[in-house]
């Protein structure tokens, strides 16, 4: 909803992929298993709350911990995927960027900036992103999905992970409170997912070494939808392209 890499994850901005996230853990060597019998009803809107822990204890003996959370909404074909900023941060960035002036404007935090998804008819993807401030949308060519952390997958963006990945995984037990849980093992880490039948995404993404010395844990809730969706703020708003923020 999303390229997670622990070892840069601070200093090349936060992925929101978790598809990515899952599949660094799960590489190609798990066992193909049956998925489970799904009510897929990811037509109607669905509104979450995405929280992203990693805790990673260096050689060095200093732990370091990253946490950040983000909004997702999706909507038949379209998916808006916003970063949670608190309202202190986001006022002392709105203050930087107007001491700054129009030089300032643009150089957009990317990694905050909302991106809009959207799946057109033919299958190919309209990818924006959103910036509230400036009013104005910026289209993202396929050949630049990288540099926004997206990895071009439809069912990454609409599910926040590729179902497709739960059939390498080791289903544990019936269905439980709307819950399919399924685990597999590569080298020392173990990956663990809790899928929610219904609304069909993962309420619970964890991986563990089994040294202790790294942890993944993304944690997925169900949120009241907004009376309209977020995409439509945008009217009105300019059209621009992605090379424009790299002047």
């Given at each position: 909803m999303?390229?997670?890499?622990?070892?840069?994850?601070?200093?090349?901005?936060?992925?929101?992929?978790?598809?990515?996230f899952v599949l660094l853990a799960l590489g190609v060597c798990a066992s193909?298993?049956?998925?489970?019998?799904?009510?897929?009803?990811?037509?109607?809107?669905?509104?979450?709350r995405v929280q992203h822990e990693l805790s990673a204890l260096g050689k060095d003996g200093v732990k370091r911990d990253v946490s950040f959370?983000?909004?997702?909404?999706?909507?038949?074909?379209?998916v808006w995927i916003e970063r949670?900023?608190?309202?202190?941060?986001?006022?002392?960035h709105d203050e930087a960027e107007h001491a700054a002036g129009d030089k300032g404007h643009k150089h957009m935090d990317v990694s905050t900036a909302a991106r809009w998804?959207?799946?057109?008819?033919?299958?190919e993807l309209n990818v924006r992103l959103v910036s509230d401030q400036m009013?104005?949308?910026?289209e993202v060519r396929q050949g630049d999905y990288g540099n926004i952390g997206f990895d071009?997958?439809?069912?990454?963006?609409?599910?926040?992970?590729?179902?497709?990945?739960?059939?390498?995984?080791k289903a544990n037990g019936p269905v439980r409170d709307g819950v399919q849980e399924y685990t597999a093992r590569r080298g020392d880490e173990r990956v663990t997912v809790?899928?929610?039948?219904?609304?069909?995404?993962?309420?619970?993404?964890?991986?563990?070494?089994?040294?202790?010395?790294?942890?993944?844990i993304t944690r997925v809730t169900s949120v009241a939808t907004p009376a309209s969706a977020p995409w439509s703020r945008t009217r009105g708003y300019a059209q621009g392209d992605y090379s424009d923020l790299l002047d």
């Amino acid at each position: 909803m999303i390229n997670m890499k622990q070892a840069s994850m601070k200093q090349a901005g936060v992925k929101q992929a978790i598809g990515q996230f899952v599949l660094l853990a799960l590489g190609v060597c798990a066992s193909s298993t049956a998925l489970a019998a799904t009510a897929t009803d990811s037509g109607r809107p669905l509104a979450l709350r995405v929280q992203h822990e990693l805790s990673a204890l260096g050689k060095d003996g200093v732990k370091r911990d990253v946490s950040f959370g983000e909004r997702v909404y999706r909507n038949g074909d379209s998916v808006w995927i916003e970063r949670e900023v608190p309202a202190s941060v986001r006022h002392a960035h709105d203050e930087a960027e107007h001491a700054a002036g129009d030089k300032g404007h643009k150089h957009m935090d990317v990694s905050t900036a909302a991106r809009w998804i959207e799946r057109k008819p033919n299958g190919e993807l309209n990818v924006r992103l959103v910036s509230d401030q400036m009013r104005k949308t910026f289209e993202v060519r396929q050949g630049d999905y990288g540099n926004i952390g997206f990895d071009g997958s439809w069912a990454a963006a609409s599910h926040l992970l590729d179902p497709a990945l739960l059939k390498t995984m080791k289903a544990n037990g019936p269905v439980r409170d709307g819950v399919q849980e399924y685990t597999a093992r590569r080298g020392d880490e173990r990956v663990t997912v809790q899928w929610d039948v219904a609304g069909q995404y993962p309420r619970l993404v964890q991986s563990l070494n089994t040294s202790g010395t790294q942890k993944k844990i993304t944690r997925v809730t169900s949120v009241a939808t907004p009376a309209s969706a977020p995409w439509s703020r945008t009217r009105g708003y300019a059209q621009g392209d992605y090379s424009d923020l790299l002047d």
